[in-house]
């Protein structure tokens, strides 16, 4: 499921806002009565120019779910820079929970070289060259915030080389 939106804030570029759903997995509550079926959604949303989010909803139908996930991505967008050559500028490594991820920038052609719930975050983001592996765990919500943990941690080259100076 991918769903375009558009938005425009005063006098900003408009960015065009992709929507991708990763998992809709059915969970149950075992309460007095018996059990209480309710859908969780695991939602990615980026713009391709290197902001992403990822969020979960619940709900007792999958459209709720899938809503909910939508306004929680919302409001845990970050940003990262990209290169020209629509990579990321130096390697990094992720973490969340047991899930860990290694994201390595990549030659111009070589394409997004992931897999899992890692891929739909890096296609979101605007990435188009990268080589990622992910360790540890195969939980598709673990492996998006492990994603998003090392896309946080990204700087850009004058940052970098700022940082290098500042420390010598």
């Known amino acids: 499921m991918s769903r375009d939106t558009s938005a425009n804030s005063s006098g900003q570029q408009n960015y065009t806002w992709s929507e991708r ?19 969780r959604a695991i939602i990615v949303i980026g713009n391709n120019q290197g902001s992403v989010g990822v969020g979960v909803g619940k709900a007792s139908d999958v459209i709720g779910a899938v809503k909910k996930g939508v306004s ?5 967008i970050i940003e990262f820079p990209l290169t020209s050559s629509s990579t990321i500028s130096h390697a990094v490594e992720g973490r969340f929970g ?21 891929r739909t975050v890096i296609e979101l983001s605007g990435i ?11 939980n598709h919500l673990n492996n998006a ?15 970098q080389l700022s940082l290098m100076s500042f420390s010598n």
Do not use: E, Y
Request: charged content about 20%.
């Open 128 to 138: 188009k060259n990268i080589v990622a592996k992910q360790l540890g765990t195969k």
């Open 98 to 118: 047991a899930a860990s991820v290694i994201l390595k920038p990549s030659v111009q052609g070589s394409g997004v070289i992931a897999g899992g719930a890692m």
């Open 72 to 76: 929680d991505c919302k409001k845990q």
């Open 21 to 39: 759903v990763i998992q809709i997995t059915r969970v149950t509550k075992v309460v007095k009565g018996g059990k209480k079926l309710s859908f």
């Open 145 to 159: 915030k492990a994603t998003i943990n090392a896309l946080s941690k990204l700087n850009s080259k004058s940052s």
